[in-house]
């Protein structure tokens, strides 16, 4: 068999099996449900933890980078976390398959995406209708978020000042100008200020990430580490371990992300303050 046939077969049983443990995911919590709350308008519910665990599609219009949040708390006793572990491994293991196709088939990622809903035709065809035919991996692989022990309180709040960076060479900022359009006339200007400064000299690619919600947690009882808190960003409801089925207090963050940065401007940042390749949104280090 060739290996993209292998690949693709074994992406297929993987995303078989996460359709699988989620479904019995939900069919754990309607055995039991415990508490739960869900961030916004929308009332928590069953419907509602069904929506959250099974979006997997883009939306009409979305950006292809985006993915949507359900942010929101359940109360979980130890089968329902048991059943968020199962799920959490099936999510891994699909992931894991997408990052081989990546590397080998990088070319089988559309046919991925074509086949996979086809393979749940009720859940497809109704999603169809409402212009969600088209599958979103990351929103697929991404992990449910689980507290490791009961908590006493949860805190969310908006995170705005969130960034990733990523370390060019000069070489490397050069070829990616290049590649933009070296005749236009901005290219040329940062083109010739790249040529300006040492070969050797790193380079920051910065690129800015969408604002998230964090949940701050603070443990009952301090962890085997020692640690009595942790924080974690969620898009998916957290499940938090609660033998009584009650959840804990936790506040009820704004709406929406604030406009600015929620973090100060730490005093010991090592790039300058503007870029010095707008179009690649590329930093010299200070």
């Given amino acids: ?44 519910s069953e419907p509602w933890l069904r929506r959250a665990l099974l979006d997997f599609w883009y939306h009409d219009g979305q950006d292809g980078r985006a993915t949507r949040a359900h942010v929101g ?12 572990a199962e799920v959490n491994a099936a999510k891994a293991a699909f992931a894991a398959l997408l990052a081989q196709i990546r590397e080998q088939v990088p070319a089988l990622i559309p046919e991925v995406k074509t086949v996979l809903p086809f393979r749940h035709p009720a859940l497809h065809d109704h999603l169809r209708g409402r212009g969600l035919a088209r599958l979103h991996l990351k929103q697929c692989w991404r992990a449910i978020p689980v507290a490791e022990a009961p908590v006493a309180r949860v805190r969310l709040a908006w995170y705005s000042s969130g960034r990733s960076i990523k370390r060019l060479s000069v070489r490397e900022a050069e ?31 910065v690129q800015r990430q969408a604002p998230l919600m964090r949940a701050n947690l603070f443990f009952r009882e301090p962890l085997e580490d020692g640690r009595s808190r942790r924080a974690l960003n969620v898009a998916l409801p957290l499940f938090v371990p609660s033998p009584d089925g009650r959840l804990p207090d936790h506040n009820l963050p704004p709406p929406k992300p604030p406009e600015s940065r929620t973090r100060a401007r730490r005093s010991d940042e090592r790039l300058e303050d503007e870029p010095f ?5 590329v930093f010299r280090y200070r």
């Fill in 1 to 44: 068999m060739k290996p993209e046939y292998r690949l693709l077969a074994e992406v297929e049983a993987a995303f078989d099996a996460l359709i699988l443990r989620t479904e019995a995911l939900l069919g754990a919590y309607h055995q039991a449900p415990g508490a739960s709350w869900a961030f916004g308008t929308e009332p928590a």
């Fill in 73 to 84: 708390l359940v109360a979980a006793g130890e089968a329902l976390l048991a059943r968020v």
């Fill in 175 to 205: 070829q990616r100008l290049l590649k933009l359009d070296a005749e236009a006339p901005h290219v040329r200007i940062q083109l010739r200020k790249l040529a300006g400064i040492p070969d050797g000299e790193p380079l920051a690619q």
């Fill in 277 to 281: 390749l707008p179009s690649l949104r």
